[in-house]
C-alpha cells in the first residue's frame, strides 16, 4: 500500500464549515489551492493508495515521523517563488533536508510582472535555491508551471526542471470540453467574475490602478444575472462575520466591505470545495477576471472563461495551456468598459486549448511515471472513477453567501462591531509586539557594541600602559643618558666661548 504526505489542506472527501475553514485556514488565504490540491489528489488516489493532507503544517521536527509513516511527499505548489512566501519556503526546504523520502513538486512558479522581469526576486536567490538543492537530491526533476520559472530556474543552474502547468487543469484527466451556449452575450447571460485586489508587490503589475474594479462596476451595471466569486480567506471572514460599513456610511471601490454593491445585492459566492465551485460555475455563461484559478475552475465546468492577466503567474500558465487572455495592461485604453465582458467572450477561441490538451496530459502522465508515482491515469487505471463515485456520496457545503442577520435586533451589526474592534486591538498589539522585537533586537545590539567597547577599552588601557612603560625604557637606556650628558657638555663648551 502506498502512503502519500499531500501537501493540502484537507480532503476532497472532507466536509467542513467556514467556521472551520477560517479557524484553520484550510485554503491557505486562497480557494484556489483547493483546485490544484483536489486535482493531485485525485490523480493519485489509486486501489490501496492512503493519501494524507498535511493541512498545510510544516515541521521539521516531524520529519522522523513523516519518514516512517509515509512513502513520498507530493507537494502542489503554485507562485511559491515570491519575497512574501519566503518564510514558508525555507520551512518547506527545511523539513525536506531531513527527508529520507521522495520528494515530488507539482506547478511550482515564480511570481513577477508580465514582463518576466526577476530582478525583485534577487533577495530569495538563496532561498530558491536551497528548495531547488533539496528536492533534487530526492527527485529526478521539478514540475513546473510555464516558461517563465524555468528559464529563471534554468538560469540558476538547474536544469532538471519540467513544464508541466499546473495540475488543476487536468482535474477531468484527458477530457477538456468547452462550448460557447450562444454566438454572444446577452445583458441577461450569467457572468462571473473574479477580482484580484493587488499586485503582491510585483513589479510590472499594474492590478492597483483601479481599472479591474472600474471593469466590474460597469459590468455590474450592465449583467443582471452576474456574481462575483471570491476566493480569499478574508471574504470568507466578510461573508462570514460582516462589518459595519453600511452602519458607518463608508464605502470601498472593490468588494472588500459590505457597502458594496456586489455584497449588499447578495451577489457574491465564495466556495471551499473544488467540487461545488465548479458545479456552481456550470450553471453559467461565462466567466472572466484576474483569479486564474478563478477561471480555471469555470473551465472545468465546460463554461467560457477569459483570463486577465497582470503577472507571470497567470500569463505563463495562459501560455502554456492556450487560455485565452488578455494582458490588463492593454486595457488601459478601452472606453466600453461595459461592453468589454461581450467583446472578450466573442473573441474567445478555445480550440487551442482543447485540440492540445491530450499532448499537455501525456507529459504530465510521463512526469509522474519519471517520478515513480502510481496514478489513476496508468493502462488499466480508471482515470478518477472511484474518486468521483466516492465525491458524490459526501454531503459538501453548497458555498457561501453575505450573512444579512435577519431579524435579530442588531445582533449581526453588534457581533461585526465587536469583530472589528477585535481585529483593530489584534493589529495594534501585532504592531506593538512588532516595535517590541524590533526594540529587543536593538537593545542586544547595542548591549553587544557596549561589550565590545568594553574590550577595546581594556586593550587601549593596556596598550598605553605598554606604551608609557616603553617611554620609561628608553629615557633610562644607555644610549640616552649619553646623548644627555654630550648634550649638557656641548652648551658648557659654548657658553664659555
Known amino acids: ?53 498535511n493541512r498545510y503544517q510544516v515541521d521539521p521536527a516531524d520529519a522522523d515521523r513523516i519518514n516512517d509513516e509515509y512513502d513520498v511527499f507530493v507537494v502542489p505548489l503554485a507562485n511559491a517563488f515570491r519575497p512574501s512566501f519566503k518564510r514558508h519556503l525555507n520551512d518547506l526546504s527545511a523539513l525536506i533536508e531531513r527527508l529520507r523520502i521522495p520528494v515530488v513538486v507539482f506547478g511550482v512558479g515564480g511570481q513577477a510582472g508580465t514582463d518576466y522581469g526577476t530582478d525583485h526576486l534577487a533577495p530569495i536567490e538563496q532561498e530558491v535555491r536551497r528548495f531547488c538543492s533539496a528536492v533534487l537530491e530526492r527527485s529526478p526533476s521539478i514540475g513546473v508551471r510555464g516558461e517563465f520559472t524555468e528559464k529563471y530556474l534554468n538560469g540558476l543552474g538547474y536544469s532538471e526542471v519540467d513544464v508541466i502547468g499546473c495540475p488543476s487543469m487536468f482535474m477531468h484527466g484527458r477530457e477538456l470540453r468547452v462550448d460557447k451556449r450562444a454566438a454572444s452575450l446577452e445583458d441577461t447571460a450569467g457572468l462571473a467574475v473574479n477580482v484580484s485586489y493587488d499586485s503582491g508587490n510585483i513589479p510590472g503589475s499594474v492590478i492597483g490602478n483601479g481599472l479591474i474594479n472600474r471593469l466590474a462596476d460597469a459590468a455590474l451595471e450592465r449583467y443582471s444575472d452576474l456574481v462575483y466569486v471570491a476566493q480569499e480567506l478574508k471574504d470568507m471572514e466578510l461573508l462570514y462575520w460582516g462589518d459595519v460599513s453600511e452602519a458607518a456610511g463608508t464605502s470601498s471601490p472593490a468588494p472588500l466591505t459590505r457597502s458594496h454593491p456586489l455584497l449588499r445585492e447578495d451577489r457574491t459566492r465564495l466556495f471551499h470545495d473544488s467540487s461545488t465551485w465548479i458545479d456552481a460555475l456550470r450553471e453559467r455563461d461565462f466567466a472572466f477576471g484576474t483569479r486564474i484559478h478563478g477561471n480555471v475552475a469555470a473551465l472545468l465546468a465546460g463554461t467560457p472563461a477569459v483570463v486577465l492577466c497582470h503577472d507571470s503567474r497567470t500569463l505563463e500558465l495562459c501560455r502554456y495551456f492556450d487560455i485565452p487572455h488578455r494582458l490588463v495592461a492593454d486595457l488601459a485604453d478601452e472606453t466600453d468598459l461595459a461592453g468589454l465582458p461581450a467583446q472578450l467572450y466573442e473573441e474567445a477561441d478555445f480550440s487551442a486549448m482543447v485540440d492540445g490538451h491530450g499532448e499537455r496530459f501525456d507529459r504530465l502522465v510521463s512526469f509522474m511515471d519519471r517520478h515513480g508515482l502510481d496514478h489513476v491515469h496508468k493502462p488499466g487505471g480508471d482515470d478518477g472513477a472511484a474518486f468521483e463515485s466516492e465525491l458524490e456520496t459526501v454531503d459538501l457545503h453548497p458555498g457561501m453567501s453575505s450573512w444579512k442577520g435577519g431579524h435579530d435586533g442588531g445582533l449581526g451589526y453588534r457581533l461585526a462591531w465587536l469583530r472589528e474592534a477585535d481585529t483593530r486591538s489584534r493589529v495594534r498589539q501585532s504592531a506593538s509586539d512588532k516595535r517590541v522585537r524590533e526594540l529587543t533586537s536593538r537593545v542586544g545590539s547595542l548591549e553587544r557594541q557596549i561589550e565590545e567597547s568594553a574590550v577595546l577599552a581594556k586593550e587601549l588601557a593596556k596598550a598605553n600602559k605598554r606604551l608609557e612603560q616603553l617611554v620609561k625604557e628608553v629615557r633610562s637606556s644607555p644610549y640616552r643618558r649619553l646623548r644627555r650628558f654630550a648634550g649638557r657638555l656641548v652648551r658648557r663648551v659654548r657658553s664659555r666661548s
Do not use: W, Y
Request: aromatic share 4%.
Open 1 to 53: 500500500m502506498a502512503r502519500i504526505l499531500l501537501r493540502s489542506g484537507k480532503s476532497p472527501f472532507d466536509p467542513v464549515s467556514p467556521q472551520q475553514v477560517i479557524q484553520q485556514n484550510l485554503i491557505a488565504t486562497n480557494t484556489g489551492n483547493l483546485l490544484f490540491g483536489d486535482a493531485v489528489h485525485k490523480m493519485l488516489l489509486t486501489p490501496g493508495t492512503e493519501i494524507t493532507p
